[in-house]
Each structure stands twice: as structure tokens, then as C-alpha cells.
């Protein structure tokens, strides 16, 4: 089991920052992937960020490619979500999530552990 518990949502302006965190309790850590989905309302789920349990290797969205930054300290059992740049588009909950395996991957069905979500609102 992994418990995961997302934090650091907010309302921000266009063009502002956020970090969302992520920290993780029960199975090691250090042996999965993490990732970041959001969802707006209205629409499915979709892919945000990922990265592998050394913190080597991450994969993003397009959308948010050279926007956002997704790390990993494995000693604090977190995972972090730099967003910068930020644009109307960008609402919605945010899910952190947690896979049995230690490579990253696009597809929600790969995560087998889900935080609750935090909201990110980004106004015009």
C-alpha cells in the first residue's frame, strides 16, 4: 500500500507559479514511479508528468513541456511539481499517483495508488 497526500494548490494569476507536492507514506518509496494527472471539469483525466524511481528519467505532457518540472527527493518520500508559466488552461484537480513499476508511464491505468487531488485555478 502507498498512501499518497497532495498539497500546494491555490488560485494563481496567468503567467504565475505554483508547486504542487506530493508526500508518500507506506511501500518504499524509492521503488516506483510517480506521476502527475489533472482533471478539469467536464473532461477525463489526463497525463501531466512522470518520473522514474531514481529520478532519472521523466516524460512529459505537451502541453506542459518546458512549463512544468516534476522531481523526486527520496528521502523526504515526496514528489514535487514545479508549474511555471501558468495559463487558463492549466485548471483543474491535481492527482498525484504511484506505479509498482520503476519506469514512468503516459497511461493512468499504469498507477495503481491515487492522492485525493488539490485544485489548481489559474485566472485570466
Known amino acids: 500500500q502507498v498512501q499518497l497526500v497532495e498539497s500546494g494548490g491555490g488560485l494563481v494569476q496567468a503567467g504565475g507559479s505554483l508547486r504542487l507536492s506530493c508526500a508518500a507514506s507506506?511501500?518504499?518509496?524509492?521503488?516506483?514511479?510517480m506521476g502527475w494527472f489533472r482533471q478539469a471539469p467536464g473532461t477525463e483525466r489526463e497525463f501531466v508528468a512522470a518520473i522514474s524511481w531514481g529520478g532519472g528519467s521523466t516524460i512529459y505532457a505537451d502541453s506542459v513541456k518546458g512549463r512544468f518540472t516534476i522531481s523526486r527527493d527520496n528521502v523526504k518520500n515526496t514528489v514535487y511539481l514545479q508549474m511555471n508559466s501558468l495559463k487558463p488552461e492549466d485548471t483543474a484537480v491535481y492527482y498525484c499517483?504511484?506505479?509498482?513499476?520503476?519506469?514512468?508511464?503516459?497511461?493512468?491505468?499504469?498507477?495503481?495508488?491515487w492522492g485525493q487531488g488539490t485544485q489548481v485555478t489559474v485566472s485570466s
Open positions: 507506506g511501500r518504499t518509496f524509492s521503488r516506483v514511479a
Open positions: 499517483a504511484a506505479s509498482l513499476r520503476p519506469i514512468p508511464t503516459m497511461t493512468s491505468g499504469g498507477y495503481s495508488y
